[in-house]
T-cell receptor, first 114, second 112 residues
């Protein structure tokens, strides 16, 4: 069974640009969450999607957005990139997002903003 | 607000010794407590988790204990090996759904 797949793995963007990251959850999983990991702030929750609906959102500005498709694949977008957006962006999937579901992480997308 | 505190921030042990990492959480509704191991440049990998209906869970050299009354849970690694060296994160679920709040992480170094 394939794990959580994220693309691209590495990317470099310029301040002011926008970026889209993609995530394919484990087959059969319908809940997808996104996390940002930085040395200073650690692992922080961005948002969760289930059945194409955003079910939960963290404390990030509106520049961070996401969506989920009918096949459970998800994308997140960051507009007007800032230097502080440089981070590892992790996608996580679980079966149905119920409290207590086991959560598995993808390899992440390393974003560098210059 | 939602918070998970993790201690210690760094831990050095001799190979073969035991390592213990402790976490406390604030949301009394939390009922799922996973532990992740993250090696340099890699994704967090689930190593063990515990749900609130049990007080202890063991998987070979790794065990986790949960005290819901005190709102704390701990990771125990016995007979540590150099390959156990990594950053370990505890987490607790909050609200409904899959939102996890993470501790700040513990850098574990196992000296051979």
């Amino acid at each position: 069974k394939a794990g959580v797949t994220q693309t691209p793995r590495y990317l470099i963007k310029t301040r002011g640009q926008q970026v889209t990251l993609s995530c394919s959850p484990i087959s059969g999983h319908r809940s997808v969450s996104w996390y940002q990991q930085t040395p200073g702030q650690g692992l922080q929750f961005l948002f969760e999607y289930f059945s194409e609906t955003q079910r939960n959102k963290g404390n990030f500005p509106g520049r961070f957005s996401g969506r989920q498709f009918s096949n459970s694949r998800s994308e997140m977008n960051v507009s007007t990139l800032e230097l502080g957006d440089s981070a590892l962006y992790l996608c996580a999937s679980s079966f149905d997002g119920s409290a207590g579901n086991t959560i598995y992480f993808g390899e992440g997308s390393w974003l560098t903003v210059v | 607000g939602e918070n998970v505190e993790q201690h210690p921030s760094t831990l050095s042990v001799q190979e073969g010794d035991s390592a213990v990492i402790k976490c406390t959480y604030s949301d009394s509704a939390s009922n799922y407590f996973p532990w992740y191991k993250q090696e340099l440049g890699k994704r967090p990998q689930l190593i063990i988790d515990i749900r609130s209906n049990v007080g202890e869970k063991k998987d070979q050299r790794i065990a986790v204990t949960l005290n819901k009354t005190a709102k704390h849970f701990s990771l125990h690694i016995t007979e540590t090996q150099p390959e156990d060296s990594a950053v370990y994160f505890c987490a607790a679920n909050v609200e409904y759904g899959n939102k996890l709040v993470f501790g700040a992480g513990t850098i574990l170094r196992v000296k051979s």
